[in-house]
């Protein structure tokens, strides 16, 4: 019980000391040097626990302002950490001198020796004290009284975050800056202050503070401890973003053009597969790629996941074609009608591919050209004259009837498939048009 007494004693003397006077007023004057004599004279009897004020019911008027240095941003916590400059200046009752007596405007002194004001940073989770958050540093004062001091802090902000429009989303980080036991009848934060980002010189690689905004604003909970409110707006930057979606937008390409190849060739059911897979492969890498705060998914995902869908509707498709050709003894359908109607017109034929050499030849023209076939073995018949019989005229009207429906049926089925094919394709632009419309940001559109 003794032992914890003279504990008590000396950690008393000890805040005594420390609040106390740091200068030996005894001491004698060194009249030599201005400077010693001016700070003698200051810090003497100096008690940098009272606010320098000389009526108690004045409140110290105190400028803040902020210059940040370097920042970073860590989205798996949602936080913002502030390297910044601290500037405050306010005027002290009990440090003013005659310039003409001392010749000095102004003298440097250790922040530890004098009054400050108690400034709490509210977010400072990571230093577990906001009070700890600025160091020590020298401040200026002038002849009459106004303290200057420039401290070099660590602040953190939380962020919120909506990650819908990602990689265009930004973040809305929030941080209070205020006194924790003086009032407003005590302290009083001025309206002149401020918050500058000039200073930054190297910039994150990710985030760029596109906005910041201070507000002089008094705590919900408290209305008689002042505040400030610091809300710093952060803009994802998205250049190195264009290169990593490249891949995905490129199989889209690949997909559509996949649709100008002939729907019965090997070769693009197996390209759709490979793009099939690879939407899987690059749906797996955003997952990993995307951050995971928010509650709403990202459209960039959703955009992936119908593109997906449309790759799937695409092989579903291709292997359709592929089964309903149309055979030899078929009738002829609504969409073959359909495609010959448009193969008819010039427009058509551009969109189908058509070649005018080839398909001029329709299955009218083939029979046209065995009707007269048949007339020119009549002519040549009834020249004769007796009772002559022609046995090879009629050969060649037996072999037209076999391969002409053949030959019909087989343009018929690539003309469908063409026709068919072109209007996926147009379908299907349209669906990404509208979806890549959807993914800009508002401030794009």
Not at 234 to 257: E, S, W
Not at 271 to 277: D, G, K, Q, W
Not at 358 to 379: C, F, G, H, M
């Amino acid at each position: 019980m003794y032992s914890i007494k003279i504990i008590s004693i000396v950690l008393f003397t000890l805040q005594a000391i420390e609040n106390g006077a740091t200068i030996d007023c005894d001491a004698p004057v060194n009249t030599a040097n201005k400077e010693s004599e001016l700070l003698q004279k200051l810090l003497c009897n100096y008690d940098k626990s009272e606010r320098p004020v000389k009526n108690h019911n004045t409140a110290v008027n105190v400028t803040m302002s902020m210059h940040v240095q370097n920042y970073d941003v860590s989205e798996g916590k949602a936080t913002l950490y502030l390297n910044v400059w601290m500037s405050s200046s306010w005027k002290d009752e009990y440090l003013n001198w005659d310039r003409a007596e001392y010749s000095l405007d102004k003298v440097v002194i250790d922040s530890d020796d004098l009054w400050r004001p108690t400034f709490v940073a509210f977010h400072n989770i990571k230093s577990g004290n906001g009070a700890n958050a600025c160091g020590t540093h020298p401040c200026e004062v002038k002849q009459t009284g106004v303290v200057l001091c420039v401290t070099p802090c660590q602040y953190e902000a939380l962020c919120v975050s909506d990650t819908v429009s990602w990689p265009f989303d930004s973040l809305k980080c929030t941080m209070f800056l205020g006194t924790w036991l003086q009032d407003v009848n005590q302290i009083n934060i001025s309206q002149n202050s401020n918050v500058s980002t000039r200073d930054i010189e190297v910039h994150h690689a990710e985030w760029m503070i596109k906005s910041v905004k201070k507000l002089h604003i008094f705590l919900p909970d408290n209305t008689s401890y002042p505040s400030l409110e610091y809300i710093f707006t952060m803009q994802r930057h998205v250049a190195i973003y264009a290169a990593i979606l490249t891949p995905g937008f490129l199989m889209i390409i690949i997909d559509l053009a996949v649709l100008w190849m002939n729907s019965g060739s090997a070769e693009r059911l197996y390209i759709l597969c490979a793009t099939c897979m690879g939407h899987f492969t690059f749906m797996e890498y955003l997952y990993w790629r995307l951050p995971y705060h928010g509650e709403n998914v990202p459209r960039m995902l959703l955009f992936f996941r119908d593109s997906l869908i449309i790759n799937v509707l695409l092989v579903a498709f291709t292997i359709i074609l592929r089964q309903t050709a149309p055979k030899a003894d078929s009738e002829e359908r609504l969409v073959d009608k359909l495609a010959g109607r448009v193969a008819s017109t010039t427009m058509g034929r551009v969109l189908l591919q058509i070649d005018d050499t080839v398909d001029a030849k329709q299955p009218a023209t083939i029979d046209e050209e065995n009707v007269d076939t048949d007339n020119s073995n009549k002519l040549r018949t009834d020249s004769f004259e007796g009772d002559t019989v022609n046995l090879v005229s009629d050969a060649p009207a037996n072999d037209a009837p076999v391969t002409a429906p053949v030959v019909a049926n087989h343009q018929r089925g690539s003309l469908v498939n063409a026709f068919l094919d072109r209007i996926m394709f147009i379908s299907f632009l349209l669906c990404y048009v509208f979806m890549i419309c959807s993914l800009l940001p508002k401030e794009v559109m």
